[in-house]
């Protein structure tokens, strides 16, 4: 089945302790994105990937980072998490951008 | 920059009921235009696409035409029902920019 798996689902944390969100797709899509949703203010990218090595950064990048070492992968990492992250977030994959992005279920982050 | 502005929700109708849900954009050059669907407690669903002026996507009963000379793109369904209950998205890219979206319009239906 074509899909974006995220992981893990759910996470709590505390603040300041490193932590990764995986983002795998089996559909050999070229672009890769990371989103997060919050209540009033919709969805708002963090950080793209257009191919293997080629990231940049979207409107909400600070306190994240990415890494595209290869095309199915495409890791979302929080070096020092704060409460202020404490959102829902969605990775999601495409052929390319006119064709439409799928996203993959979504991680519930809370950092305490 | 480019941008996309929905109708604040939530719209409450009842089963059967004719939707619209308003989408315009702002954008520099020539976008592509995307209705998504979120279910509660799922991703986002691509539901319809256009890729250029006049052209109109459909799915699932729903529809939305690109109207390059009102620089909109507003959803409609002839008769909804309690399954379409969920938060829709409306969104632009342009180039090689990635996905612009609206802040969502929450659709409630009732029996």
């Known amino acids: 089945e074509a899909q974006v798996t995220q992981n893990p689902r759910y996470l709590i944390t505390v603040t300041g302790k490193k932590l990764t969100v995986t983002c795998s797709q089996n559909?050999?899509?070229?672009?890769m994105s990371w989103y997060r949703q919050d209540p009033g203010l919709g969805l708002r990218q963090i950080y793209y990937?257009?191919?293997?090595?080629?990231?940049d950064k979207g409107d909400v990048p600070e306190g994240y980072k990415v890494s595209r070492k290869e095309k199915r992968n495409f890791p979302l990492i929080l070096e020092s998490p704060s409460p202020n992250q404490t959102s829902l977030y969605f990775c999601?994959?495409?052929?390319?951008?006119?064709?439409?992005?799928?996203f993959g279920s979504g991680t519930r982050l809370t950092v305490v | 920059g480019n941008s996309v502005t929905q109708m604040e929700g939530p719209v409450t109708l009842s089963e059967e009921a004719f939707l619209t849900i308003n989408c315009t954009y702002t954008?520099?050059?020539?976008?592509?235009l995307f209705w998504y669907v979120q279910y509660p407690g799922e991703g986002l669903q691509l539901l319809l696409k256009?890729?250029?002026?006049?052209d109109k996507g459909s799915n699932k009963g729903f529809e939305a035409t690109y109207r390059k000379e009102t620089t909109s793109f507003h959803l409609e369904k002839g008769s909804v029902q309690v399954s379409d209950s969920a938060v829709y998205f409306c969104?632009?890219?342009?180039?090689?920019?990635?996905?612009?979206f609206g802040k969502g319009t929450m659709l409630l239906v009732s029996p």
């Open positions: 559909m050999n899509h070229e672009y």
């Open positions: 969104a632009l890219t342009v180039g090689y920019s990635t996905l612009t």
């Open positions: 999601a994959s495409s052929p390319d951008q006119n064709y439409g992005y799928t």
């Open positions: 990937s257009m191919n293997v090595e080629v990231t």
């Open positions: 954008a520099t050059g020539y976008p592509s």
């Open positions: 256009a890729t250029k002026a006049d």
